[in-house]
């Protein structure tokens, strides 16, 4: 058998997959979002998006996710830096702690903020018992930036310490050398070196977030309406059409924000 045939004989479960979970299903939503109940091309499932409801549910997507994105990149950076600088057994082991979680059933975790942030929950009762004020901050947009954050923060790390843990010593220490102080070479050597990791963070926690809906169901109460809860709602309404549309509207700002990371990164690996 020769090399070509056996790479294709390998690639092969891998095209499978993606025909299957990937391909099909946008072919599913290009067709029910241009076209009616009917099977009638159609551009009223995406026009929809211009009512009130639908894009101030978008614009408070984008709002929230964007926000929660850069909460993210603000607490990774930091937390990188310390874990490269760290012994390699005690990194590895905070590592594991951040991934630990993601273990759980996303679900799960969600609740237990509510458990927590919810009026005489934890987070009250805590604060009680030490005579503070109460801090009620569920069914409003900070519950849901708070859920975000937690939920999509080890997205951010890793790809983060990934980067971080391959940038050579000698490059650090030949820039404090050349006279630079840390955060010179913080800015103009460890942030554009890790860049990629950067880039890889901010998809991987903005399109999730952008896309949520049960982070906003139970930490919102139902009180603050997403892009991704009206595509539920009309799922679950078996308005599958709009439900596509909408669909369509939120990959096309997906697909900006993947482009505009992407064309950042080419530019900088270039400079």
Known sequence: MNKGRSKALLSGPYIVWIAAFIIIPLIFIF????????????????????EPTYYEA????????????????????????????????????????????MWMNFLLRTYAWQAILDVNGILDQTLAFLHLPGFNIINTPSAIVLGMVYDYLPFMVLPIYNVLVKIDDNTINAARDLGANYLQTLWKVIIPLSMPGIISGIIMVFVPALTTFVISDILGGGKLLLIGNLIENKVKADNLNLAAGLSLVLMVFIVINMAFSMKYDRENKKG
Request: aromatic share 14%; net charge negative.
């Open 58 to 101: 978008l614009f408070l997507s984008i709002e929230l996710s964007v926000l929660s994105t850069l909460v993210c990149l603000l607490l990774s950076y930091p937390l990188a830096l310390i874990l490269r600088n760290m012994n390699i057994s005690k990194s590895g082991f905070i590592v594991f702690l951040f991934i630990l979680p």
């Open 31 to 50: 067709y029910y979002g241009f076209t009616n109940g009917d099977g009638g091309f159609t551009l009223d499932n995406i026009a929809t998006i211009l």
